[in-house]
């Protein structure tokens, strides 16, 4: 996944740059994020894709967060598996909003992960969705919606995308 820094009928931006960051720790997250990177990418929204560790590259991580204020990125998705420390380190370093998708990578199938992630000491919050894909697209959609606020042409595509939803559900009976 490449860097997305200006989508169609996207809200200019300062900088021009990705509005969101999708992170994870590990390259094998790469299937699973992805959904998120999708979804920004079907509403428009600049984003960019790292695979940043704060166990393996701590001081890349650390640098990276630190800049990420300067270059106008408004919501990090974060995802991890196992202990799942990405999102509450990167929350700790920035004020910018941090959503966490955990990763079913382990023996426990991303419930360590969930675990790890939602339960944040009070004062470093860390919003945290669903485990895996499902959370990753819902994290992408989470993100639209808080950026939907200030942006009218944004708020009319995430409607849009609603409306499709409900439009491919069948209506009345079904026959198994």
């Known amino acids: 996944m490449a860097d ?5 009928g996207a809200k200019p931006h300062a900088a ?5 960051a999708v992170l994870m720790g590990s390259k094998s997250d790469l299937e699973v994020m992805r959904p998120a990177a999708q979804m920004l990418a079907k509403l428009g929204i600049p984003y960019e894709v790292r695979v ?13 967060v630190h ?5 106008g990125v408004d919501v990090i998705i974060a995802g991890a598996g196992g202990a799942a420390h990405l999102a509450g380190v990167i929350a700790a370093q920035t004020l910018v909003p941090v959503l966490g998708v955990p990763i079913d990578s382990s023996a426990l199938h991303g419930l360590d992960a969930l675990l790890a992630t939602v339960q944040m000491p009070g004062g470093i919050p860390v919003g945290t969705l669903a485990i895996g ?12 919606a808080f950026l939907a606020r ?3 042409g944004l708020h009319d595509r995430l409607a849009q995308h609603r409306k499709e939803q409900a439009s491919a559900m069948p209506e009345g009976p079904v026959e198994l």
């Not at 997305?4 to 169609?8: E, G, N």
């Not at 800049?67 to 270059?71: D, P």
């Not at 499902?134 to 989470?142: E, F, Q, S």
């Open 4 to 8: 997305r820094t200006r989508r169609a």
């Open 16 to 20: 021009e740059g990705p509005r969101v």
């Open 52 to 64: 940043i560790s704060a166990h393996r590259t701590p001081d890349r991580l650390r640098e990276y």
């Open 67 to 71: 800049e990420i204020e300067k270059r």
């Open 133 to 144: 894909k499902a959370g990753a697209t819902n994290a992408a959609l989470l993100a639209a």
């Open 150 to 152: 200030h942006d009218p």
